[in-house]
């Protein structure tokens, strides 16, 4: 069976992991879809493949696209050292 199939987002509104932004007023929005995925029994493979594929937009693995970018540019610069 493959992860994304195990997800726990699978039983909620695909909408609540897509915040228009990552301001103040998303964060309440974040904060619920975070909640989800702190009880998803797939958030390892889920945030791996986010990471892995650049994803741009919308709360994978409990992280945040930006949260992401962040990841990928400190990885990308432990690389270099
Ligand atoms: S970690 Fe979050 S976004 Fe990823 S599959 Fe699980 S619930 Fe969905």
Do not use: H, K
Not at 8 to 32: H, T
């Amino acid at each position: 069976m493959n992860w994304r199939e195990r997800g726990a987002c699978r039983f909620e509104d695909p909408e609540l992991f897509f915040p228009l932004g990552e301001g103040v007023l998303s964060l309440r929005q974040i904060e619920q879809a975070r909640a989800v995925c702190r009880r998803c029994p797939v958030l390892r493979e889920c945030r791996a493949f986010a990471l892995r594929n650049s994803e741009y937009d919308g709360v994978w693995g409990g992280m945040t696209a930006g949260e992401r970018r962040v990841a990928a540019r400190s990885r990308s610069e432990d690389r270099r050292r």
